[in-house]
């Protein structure tokens, strides 16, 4: 049931434990303390919060995503010398584009790298200092019937949930996990990548079950990135990897949010929610332009057990792969 948060904004749940739609937020105007204190208690308390027709261009869109804490960039790309369709560099391009503004073929280097995002994931788990909050929004959608939803999957209730004797062994081991981009992108797309071994590369160390400290929940952080648990055999870490991240993603953990015009806003908590790209007819011929805000995660689990202060973040690598083959 849709109940009134105060005299403008009214909240929608969207699935039984949560996102949320919230109406009435007027974007037109910076907004003031009050209406930006009910929006992030909505989020701390449903992972995800979606926003209508909120109508953003890029400047404002960066402006709102700051109010959440210090951003990531795509510097490490650009220092690489690769073209950045977008003005800013604090929006990461999401879409289904070249650099040239075309629809890139369904058999092209960026779609197969863009396939990464339809497994499960949490943003940026494989830097050093991962995401706390995304904010993603749609700057030109495909036409309505070719596809195109995000999914998101709770994984705050995925692990008050999970099998009792799972939930001790996790809680009394508490494994680290390492993450990788290039594993997800190499799961996605095989065939890719085929000459870099994730293993040589860097990967970012974060524990597997912590607290979320906004909500004071614990949570399963899991992504597609997820390539190994340390201090296990291969075949241990591949059962608990695989056990935990297909509890997380099962249908009844999972709400898929259609993007309905141009404008809408979706903004999630990358430590209690995994996302994913449902994909859809549209690929290969359809724009669809998305733009990413990310913010750094503030709480004391940003940097999990890697070197806090790290220079190091994944993007700069992938630049290079991405201009070696496209
Ligand atoms: C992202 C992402 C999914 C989508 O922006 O981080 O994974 O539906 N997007 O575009
Ligand atoms: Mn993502």
Redesign the pocket.
């Known amino acids: 049931m849709p109940h009134k948060q105060d005299s403008e904004i009214v909240i929608h749940p969207l699935h039984r434990t949560f996102a949320a739609e919230l109406h009435g937020v007027d974007f037109s105007d910076e907004l003031d303390s009050d209406v930006f204190d009910t929006i992030y208690q909505a989020i701390t308390k449903y992972g995800v919060v979606v926003f209508r027709k909120a109508g953003l261009d890029d400047a404002r869109h960066v402006a709102f995503a700051r109010r959440f804490g210090e951003l990531d960039d795509v510097s490490p790309y650009t220092k690489l010398g690769k073209k950045h369709r977008l003005d800013f560099e604090e929006l990461?391009d999401?879409s289904n584009l070249l650099e040239d503004g075309s629809v890139a073929p369904v058999d092209s280097h960026r779609s197969a790298m863009?396939k990464g995002?339809s497994l499960f994931?949490v943003?940026s788990s494989f830097n050093p200092r991962r995401a706390g909050y995304?904010l993603?929004r749609a700057h030109e959608l495909p036409p309505k019937g070719t596809g195109?939803?995000?999914?998101f999957a709770d994984a705050r209730t995925a692990y008050d949930e999970l099998p009792e004797d799972l939930k001790k062994e996790l809680l009394e081991k508490d494994y680290v996990v390492c993450h990788s981009l290039y594993h997800s992108r190499k799961l996605a797309s095989p065939g890719s990548l085929s000459d870099i071994n994730p293993e040589d590369h860097f990967m970012s160390r974060h524990r597997l079950i912590q607290p979320h400290e906004p909500s004071g929940r614990m949570n399963l952080y899991i992504a597609s990135h997820a390539h190994h648990i340390e201090g296990v055999s291969p075949e241990k870490s591949q059962e608990i990897l695989s056990t935990v991240y297909k509890h997380a993603c099962q249908p009844k953990y999972v709400v898929s949010i259609d993007?309905q015009n141009d404008g809408d806003l979706i903004l999630w908590d990358n430590t209690c929610v995994m996302?994913?790209?449902?994909g859809g007819s549209f690929e290969g011929k359809y724009k669809?332009d998305?733009r990413?805000a990310?913010v750094h995660d503030g709480s004391s689990h940003a940097w999990g057990l890697n070197e806090k202060g790290s220079e190091t973040r994944m993007g700069s690598v992938h630049a290079t792969d991405i201009r070696l083959r496209s």
């Not at 996302?275 to 449902?278: D, K, L, N, P, Q």
């Open positions: 990461f999401v863009n995002n994931h943003d995304s993603l195109g939803n995000t999914e993007w996302h994913r790209a449902a669809r998305m990413r990310t």
